[in-house]
């Protein structure tokens, strides 16, 4: 029994390895339109959104983060607790910002809250929110 996968009918491993040994290098693979960059937050955007996390952090209300750099979006992910779905994601979509702004914060049921060009202005959403007052 060895760890190598299971060839598909008829292959030999000596055609596997002549298709496998192929050298690509960095800077074509990069420069190629097959596999475009991902879309990132840059670090003044970061600053605004973990600026608004830590605030938000310090009064109880989220506990984890996580941040994913998509081919076509940028998410930050905010969550009560780390097992769940994200409370609010705030995205960042470059497509989107000619019409109606790149910046947008979507709730956990998908509804967009908030959308515009400016971040700071978006990220304002977070301070008018109501809380559930249980009695």
Do not use: C
Request: glycine letters at 6%; zero cysteines.
């Amino acid at each position: 029994m060895t760890d190598q996968p299971d060839l598909p009918q008829g292959e030999t491993r000596s055609e596997r390895q002549q298709t496998s040994n192929v050298v690509v290098h960095l800077h074509e693979y990069r420069s190629g339109a097959q596999d475009p960059l991902p879309i990132t937050f840059h670090r003044r955007e970061l600053d605004l959104i973990l600026k608004v996390y830590g605030r938000m952090v310090g009064e109880g209300e989220w506990r984890d983060y996580a941040m994913d750099h998509l081919r076509d979006k940028a998410v930050f992910s905010v969550f009560k607790r780390s097992g769940e779905m994200p409370l609010f994601r705030i995205e960042k979509n470059p497509k989107l910002a000619a019409k109606q702004g790149a910046y947008s914060v979507v709730n956990t049921h998908g509804m967009i809250l908030k959308r515009g060009h400016d971040l700071q202005q978006v990220l304002k959403v977070f301070d008018k929110l109501l809380k559930v007052i249980e009695t």
